[in-house]
């Protein structure tokens, strides 16, 4: 009896552990920059947890000495969030414990790992069984489900919008699990359009570009996520509307995602939207109640977690913007009660739930300008003002920005927070900063800062 205990606590204990480690690194994609995430952090497992510290398991001492020195504060905060204690956290390399059976071995430092990130794969999880379908992303799901079945035939492109955490990755790649599965396809490759720029680059520099030409066009099924990144790169526009042309008259499928519809992506060009728009456009809204409350449901039972539905209720009527967050409130509970060795209650979870909701606390447009201001050392009224002032103009396309990507706001709402600017102006201020973003690493640092201010504050 006593041995089946135990076994059943290192299993339990572990499967936990998993699970927190997930909850984390879920929590790290969306805050740390996403080639780093996908080099360094993708790749790491848990090894263990107890109620002192967490092991991390990595490629190689090199991997851990990278982790530690750029990530480690990322992490800590994460894992707090996660689990609401101060874990001790303590990498370890796999290479070294398969060698010496366990015993830690620090590689040499002089070899870094290959530049170049992983390529993508298609995660089994997404997949249309795992999709809980309500009216907000009926549509879509249909849309998606359709393109697998018959890719190129009908939707060709299908184009997925929607807000952050709502499901547009999760679709995009259960079209490509999908149609692999079914043998409809045979050559398919998913990509962040972040990542096809790095790869672009790459290809430049290295004199490489046949090699990148002849990869995209030989396929069955493009997926490209994210492909809202686009803007203000017309290297990269061009490149996109070139494969998106040659795929298409080869019969191939290809689906976008984007966080608004094509039309709405500023300074695109024209030939390009009306390509994009050529042929699907669906969109996914944040789901209803019923289907927040379905969605936890089939999450707990994936991680076969026992969730009361007085628990199940009160994350879904606090928690309504984004899949994302609904899932991390959810993991954060089940590891509390864990950790905590009593099943979930409606007021553990109350407590759990405290500062999770502050985070989760509904942004407006007032918040942003409040936040945004702060950061930038000016006061609201300066910030809504007119003065041409460099600082003031940055902080202020700055809000302009993140009204339209975290409120999705119309250009024609946003200018209207700043005195009636037309849209071009808001136009303009979104477009700057996504270039700004992409080629100055202290501004997206900042912008990263103002974004943590607005989830923390
Ligand atoms: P997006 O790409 O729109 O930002 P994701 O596809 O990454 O969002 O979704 C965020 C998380 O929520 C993922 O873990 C995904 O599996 C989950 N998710 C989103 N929508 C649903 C849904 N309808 N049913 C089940 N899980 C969902
Ligand atoms: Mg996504």
Redesign the pocket.
Known sequence: MATEKIGQQVEGGFTDAARVWRGVLDLLRTRVRREGFETWLSVTSVRSMDGSGIEIEVPNGFFADWIAQHYATDIRAALQEVTNQDLAISFVARDALKETGGIRQRESRLRPPAVRPEPFRLQARYSFENFVVGESNRFAFAAAQSVAERPGQRFNPLFIYGG?GLG??HLLQAIGNYALGAKRVTRVHYTPAEALFTELIQAIASDTRLDFKNKYRNLDLLLL??IHYLVGKERLQEEVFHIFNHLHAAGSQVVF?SDRPPKDLPNLEERLVSRLGSGLVVDIQPPDLETRMAILKRKAACEQAELPEDVAYLIATRIKHSVRALEGALIRLLAVSSLAGKPLTVAMAEQALKDLIRVERPTDHNRIIAVVAEQFGISPQELRGTSRTKQFVLARQVAMFLMRTKLNLSLKEIGGYFGGKDHTTVMHALEKVERLRAKDTNFAARLQKVCEALNGG
């Open positions: 952050v547009k990755t996520d994210d995602t």
